[in-house]
């Protein structure tokens, strides 16, 4: 229920005045998600090509998924990144976090994607831990822990 | 450095426990004329923050908050806590490994605003993707400092849209623009990422099946109905579709262990 805790706090005016924010008095409520967005126009059916641009590009890319979402699952990036056709260099593989494997990862040409294992749709959420192992994995550019 | 820079910076939140880094939140103006302006928080690093790699976090939606679910609830320093006025410091955070910014993004999220309300008609992936770009030139002229950083891009779910649409505009305009805007962009990670309509929608059906949250018979009729290849859905599809969604009305689609909050 955290999303209730944080729009009370962000709604509090001494918070506002001191991250300088609502300066200009909004007619509505700091939320989640919001209610002011009329219509989503544009929205491409496929991010895949800039994906393939930006990897040929030299562009480092990773892709993880926390595999107990069901909005965004597991299975479908894996489709994703099938339909992507990357060729992969190193295959599927554990990685471990305090001795307990804390995903899987496959390496591709150009791109890495890993797997948390017990982690929903808010991977830091869920395994505070693990994703920052992923994050400091992912700025060094180096594999996932293999032991 | 400039003006608004000191002027930005946050010196303690209410409830806020005392930390050993600089915080720095703010406006940065992206269209002059509609008066269209995004909202940042920004974190230095724990400690070595000279040496570290700048990171934008974005969240999906679209519409939702970079700072409500990003800073607030999964990686930001300082997370809210139940039923406390106070936030509490993260031992995970990101900016112990770099220099760590929420945006909210486009405006009309949190606390981003435009005072042409027409404007709010008009968002979609485009605009949100040229408004950002903008507000990053903006910004690295507000704190040149981090404009020669290793610059990095991270974000989930409908960020699978923001973050590869952003990182385009930073590539070309790296190669196209002018040499005062170039930004030290190296890479960009997404999770639970929305990519691609087809392998999206068709994983979740599978996965919905495979963790026995639906029954044979609402897989076979959306296997049936729907080919999700194509833009527009059947009303059969649709329809098998609603009973597939039902199902997540009594459990958390985005989280299928963890209990709801009633």
């Known amino acids: ?147 | 450095y400039p003006e608004q820079q000191a002027a930005d910076r946050v010196g303690r939140l209410p409830g806020q426990p005392a930390v050993p880094f600089q915080q720095y939140a703010g406006y940065v103006t992206v269209n002059e004329s509609h008066g269209r302006a995004l909202f940042y928080w920004f974190f230095e690093a724990v400690d070595d923050a000279p040496k570290k790699p700048l990171v934008l976090w974005l969240n999906g939606g679209p519409g939702c908050s970079s700072i409500g679910y990003g800073e607030a609830e999964e990686l930001g320093p300082f997370l809210v806590q139940k039923g406390k006025p106070e936030l509490k410091w993260n031992p995970y955070s990101w900016n112990r490994e770099a220099n760590l910014m929420f945006l909210e993004s486009p405006v009309g999220v949190g606390f981003s605003y435009t005072n042409t309300s027409s404007d709010l008609k008009k968002l979609g992936d485009k605009i949100t993707a040229d408004d950002a770009y903008i507000f990053l030139l903006n910004w690295f002229k507000r704190f040149p400092q981090y404009r020669s950083h290793e610059f990095y891009i991270a974000g989930e779910s409908y960020a699978g849209h923001y973050v590869p649409q952003l990182s385009e505009k930073i590539f070309d305009g790296n190669k196209q623009g002018p040499k005062e805007n170039h930004i030290n962009f190296k890479g960009f990670m997404i999770g639970n990422a929305l990519m691609d309509d087809e392998t999206d929608q068709t994983g979740m059906i599978e996965y919905a099946w495979d963790h026995a949250v639906i029954s044979d018979r609402v897989y076979a009729d959306i296997k049936a109905h729907c080919n999700f290849s194509i833009e527009n859905a059947t009303n059969a599809c649709n329809k098998a579709l609603d009973e597939y969604f039902a199902v997540y009305r009594l459990i958390d689609m985005y989280s299928l262990y963890t209990p709801v909050c009633t």
């Not at chain 1, 005045?17 to 007619?27: D, E, P, Q, W």
């Not at chain 1, 791109?111 to 060094?140: C, D, K, W, Y």
């Open chain 1, 1 to 147: 229920c955290s999303s209730d805790y944080s729009e009370v706090y962000f709604n509090r005016p001494d918070v506002q005045a001191a991250l300088h924010a609502n300066v200009t008095k909004m007619g509505y409520n700091w939320t989640h998600c919001s209610d002011a967005i009329g219509n989503w126009n544009d929205a491409p059916a496929s991010t895949l090509p800039i994906i393939r641009k930006l990897i040929a590009g030299g562009i480092r890319v990773w892709v993880f998924s926390g595999d107990t979402d069901g909005r965004i699952p597991v299975t479908a990036t894996r489709l994703t990144l099938n339909k992507l056709g990357l060729k992969s260099v190193q295959e599927w593989t554990p990685w471990y976090d305090h001795l307990q494997v804390g995903g899987w990862t496959i390496t591709y040409e150009g791109l890495t994607f890993v797997t948390i294992r017990g982690a929903g749709h808010e991977v830091p959420m869920h395994t505070p831990r693990q994703a920052l192992s992923l994050f400091r994995n992912f700025l060094g550019d180096k594999k996932m822990p293999p032991t």
